[in-house]
C-alpha cells in the first residue's frame, strides 16, 4: 500500500519540497525508473513541470546517468529509484561515483517507516525492505534515512552540499514511502546552492614548488581528473602555457589540453603511450596537478617511477599522497592551487627547455601511437580513433566504456578544444558509458559520442529505446572484436591461450539489425578503406542517433602493455599473429 498525499492540506508535503528543490538548485533533469515507493515525489515533480523525468531502463541504466551528467558539468545531478531491488540495481553504479570522486544525489523511496523491521529478529518485515543505507555508507560521502518531514529540507541541502564539497563524491538519501507525503516546516525554503569553500594554501609553498622547477632541466607536468573535477581546466591551462614544459595526462585527463596544443603529450600508464612513458622515465622533476598516483598511472614499481625525480603532488586528498614515498606533497583544492600559483608564476621567467621539448617530439615520432599495430588485419582501431576524431567536431563529449577499446581510445583520442574524453576508471564497469552519455546528451543539449565494445554495450543495450525516445543525438561506436578482449588478452599472455567464457562460449547480435528494431539507423564496416566513409554517414544529421558496428579482428591485443611489477619503462609491443579459437 502506498500513502497517498492528503487531500484537503494546504501543508507542503516532502515530495513537493523535493520537487521545489529541484527547481529551485537548478536540476534540469532527474533519471529514474518508475516505482511505487518513490511514486509521490514522481508525481510531484510531474505536476510541478519544471524539472524534466527522463526515465529509463534499469536502475542502474538511471544511475550511470546521473554519473554522466554529473562528470560532464563537475556539478551534482539527481538520480531518483524505488525501494528494495530498485535502490540495490543503483549500487555499482554509486560505488564507480565513489572512487571516481562524482558529485552526484542518490534519492531512493523505502517501505512506510512503521514497515521497518528495526529490532525485529527478521529478515525483512514490509515488502521490498533492505537496508540500502547501511548498504551505501561505504561507497557514499553520506547516506542517510529520513524520519520525518521536518528533517528532509535540511538532509537535501546537506546532500548537495556534501557531493561537492572537498573530494567530489555521491550522497545517497532514503525517504520512506510515508515520510513523502508528510508535511515540512512552514519555513522551510531550498536555499541557493553552495558549497563549503575550500581551504586558503600558503603561497611559501607554492613559492618553493617554482623555485624547484626553475632549477630542473628536463621537467613534465602530470595532469589528472583533479583537473576537471576542480572545474579546473581553463585555468590550468594558463598555468602550463606559463611553465612551457610537455604534460601528460592520466586517462581522465586527457581532455584537459586539446589536441593542437604543442605541449600536449599523450597519456601515461601501463597501457599508454609509448613516448610518453620513456619522456616521464629521462624526467628529472614532475609536478602533478590532481592525479593519486594509482598503479595503473605509475606502474606497480613505484620505487622506479619516482627515483632520480622531483615529483611534487597537489591534490585535495592527504590519504592519497603516500604511494609515492619521496613526494612532496600540497594538500590544496586544486582550484585554490590554481589560482595561487598561476599569478606567482606570471611573475617569473623561466628557462627555455627547447631541447627537452624537441627530445619529447623526437621519442613522439619514434613510437607514433598508430603503429602500435601496424600491418594489423582489417581495422587498425587506433587509426579508427583518430579518424572518428576529425569527424566528431560537434561532439561534446567521448564516452567511454571498459575493455581494450578505452585504451586505444586513450592512445589515440584527439580533442579537440573543450570537448571531454570521458571514461570511468576506478571500478570499471562495463555498462557505465551508455547511460552516462544518455546523462551528458540529455543535460548539454549537444551530440555525444559513445566509444564501446561488443561485450560491453550488452550490459546496458535496453537503453536503446530511452536514445530513441527522447531523440537524442548519441553517435553510438560498437567495436566488435568478437571477445571479452581484455580477458581473452590476459588469457593469451597467462593461461597458455585457452579462452573459456570470452571467445569459447560468448557472442554478440548484430548490433546493426538490433539498433534497427528499436528505430536508429544503423551500419556495419569491416573494411579499412570504409571507414572514413562510414564514419562521415554517422554524423550526416547531428541531431539523431545513429550506430555504426566496426568489425575487427579477434585477434588484436593492447600495446605497449607494462607488465605488473615492472618499471613503466618496460613495455610489450605487437608479437606474432596468434590464431583465434572461435566458438562453433
Not at 589560482?339 to 621539448?357: G, I, M, Q, S, V
Not at 561488443?454 to 525516445?469: A, C, K, P
Request: with cysteine; aromatic share 8%.
Amino acid at each position: 500500500m502506498i500513502d497517498a498525499p492528503p487531500t484537503n492540506s494546504t501543508e507542503e508535503t516532502v515530495s513537493d519540497y523535493v520537487a521545489d528543490w529541484l527547481e529551485t538548485r537548478g536540476i534540469s533533469h532527474v533519471f529514474t525508473l518508475p516505482g511505487g515507493m518513490i511514486a509521490s515525489v514522481l508525481d510531484a515533480i510531474y505536476r510541478r513541470g519544471s524539472t524534466k523525468i527522463v526515465t529509463m531502463h534499469h536502475e542502474q541504466a538511471v544511475a550511470f546517468a546521473a554519473d554522466g551528467a554529473s562528470r560532464f558539468h563537475a556539478a551534482p545531478s539527481v538520480a531518483l529509484a524505488t525501494a528494495g531491488p530498485g535502490a540495490t540495481n543503483m549500487l555499482t553504479a554509486i560505488g564507480s561515483a565513489y572512487l571516481d570522486s562524482v558529485p552526484a544525489v542518490f534519492i531512493t523511496g523505502q517501505v512506510q517507516s512503521y514497515l521497518l523491521k528495526g529490532n525485529r529478529q527478521v529478515r525483512q518485515y514490509g515488502f521490498q525492505e533492505c537496508d540500502i543505507v547501511s548498504m551505501a555508507a561505504p561507497v557514499t560521502k553520506g547516506a542517510w534515512r529520513a524520519e520525518s518531514g521536518r528533517q528532509v529540507p535540511e538532509l537535501l541541502d546537506r546532500a548537495l552540499e556534501l557531493a561537492a564539497s572537498g573530494r567530489p563524491g555521491p550522497v545517497l538519501v532514503e525517504l520512506p514511502s510515508d515520510v513523502q507525503t508528510m508535511p515540512v516546516p512552514v519555513d522551510a525554503r531550498p536555499g541557493p546552492s553552495a558549497a563549503a569553500a575550500p581551504a586558503a594554501l600558503d603561497p611559501t609553498a607554492v613559492q618553493a614548488l617554482l623555485d624547484a622547477f626553475a632549477a630542473a632541466e628536463r621537467p613534465v607536468v602530470l595532469v589528472g581528473g583533479g583537473v576537471q573535477a576542480a572545474q579546473g581546466a581553463a585555468r590550468a591551462r594558463s598555468l602550463l602555457q606559463q611553465l612551457g614544459v610537455p604534460v601528460a595526462a592520466s586517462v581522465t585527463a586527457l581532455d584537459v589540453l586539446p589536441v593542437d596544443d604543442p605541449l600536449r603529450m599523450g597519456m601515461i600508464g601501463m597501457y599508454g603511450n609509448r613516448w610518453v612513458n620513456l619522456a616521464l622515465s629521462e624526467a628529472d622533476f614532475v609536478l602533478v596537478l590532481g592525479s593519486r598516483l594509482d598503479f595503473g598511472t605509475v606502474g606497480a614499481d613505484v620505487g622506479a617511477w619516482s627515483r632520480g625525480r622531483t615529483v611534487f603532488q597537489v591534490d585535495c586528498d592527504p590519504a592519497e599522497m603516500h604511494r609515492i614515498r619521496a613526494v612532496r606533497p600540497i594538500v590544496a583544492d586544486l582550484g585554490v592551487f590554481l589560482d595561487t600559483a598561476l599569478p606567482l608564476a606570471l611573475t617569473r621567467e623561466f628557462p627555455d627547455r627547447k631541447a627537452w621539448r624537441d627530445r619529447v617530439a623526437e621519442l613522439q615520432s619514434q613510437w607514433p601511437d598508430t603503429a602500435e599495430l601496424a600491418d594489423c588485419p582489417g581495422i587498425n582501431p587506433n587509426v579508427l580513433v583518430r579518424q572518428l576524431s576529425q569527424v566528431s567536431s560537434a561532439a561534446a563529449a567521448f564516452v567511454i566504456d571498459a575493455g581494450q577499446h578505452l585504451w586505444w581510445a586513450c592512445q589515440s583520442i584527439q580533442p579537440a578544444e573543450g570537448q571531454r574524453f570521458m571514461p570511468a576508471l576506478g571500478l570499471g564497469p562495463c555498462g557505465w558509458a551508455f547511460p552516462a552519455a544518455i546523462g551528458v546528451a540529455c543535460t548539454s543539449g549537444r551530440p555525444v559520442v559513445l566509444f564501446a565494445g561488443d561485450g560491453s554495450f550488452q550490459f546496458n543495450i535496453q537503453e536503446l529505446q530511452t536514445v530513441m525516445r527522447e531523440h537524442l543525438p548519441v553517435k553510438i561506436v560498437i567495436v566488435d572484436n568478437g571477445s571479452h578482449g581484455s580477458v581473452r588478452q590476459l588469457q593469451e599472455q597467462a593461461f597458455g591461450g585457452r579462452y573459456p567464457a570470452t571467445v569459447l562460449g560468448y557472442d554478440a547480435p548484430d548490433f546493426a539489425r538490433v539498433a534497427q528494431a528499436y528505430g536508429i539507423e544503423s551500419r556495419t564496416v569491416s573494411d579499412p578503406d570504409a571507414v572514413e566513409d562510414a564514419l562521415r554517414w554517422l554524423w550526416r544529421d547531428e541531431s539523431a542517433p545513429s550506430l555504426l558496428h566496426v568489425r575487427i579482428d579477434t585477434s588484436l591485443n593492447v600495446y605497449p602493455n607494462v607488465p605488473f611489477g615492472a618499471p613503466m619503462t618496460v613495455m610489450e609491443s605487437k608479437p606474432a599473429p596468434s590464431v583465434i579459437p572461435q566458438t562453433p
